[in-house]
């Protein structure tokens, strides 16, 4: 029963304020409504598990268990995987498989975009021999 009437309040304030959106005035209300034709008409969502999602786990993933898990994002439809991070392999060792994860992916998913993490010069001559596009 409180489910339901939190349910009903719910739904009596969102009439309400439906209500007063005419009581805004013209000059608010079409500048308002003017923000929408800012938005853009794409955008792109890039996934950052794989990295970010795996560089603090207590227990090492291997690189074959990367693969898979960026091999069922690309399956879902996301074409934008940061696949992983060229960082000092003795801070993060998590990382240490870098080359191998992003040669992988671009080897198995071409038509996909891999960013990649670089923090310094060196991590970025790394991503770059590795192939890193992005």
Known sequence: LDCCS??????????NAAALLPAVGKFKASRWLGSWQRIPAAVQVTDVSPRDGLQNEAVKVSTPVKLELIRRLAAAGVRSIEATSFVNPKLVPQMADASNVLQSCLEEHPKLAFPVLVPNAKGLQAALDAGAKE
């Open 6 to 15: 939190r349910r009903m309040n719910a739904t009596l304030r969102v009439q």
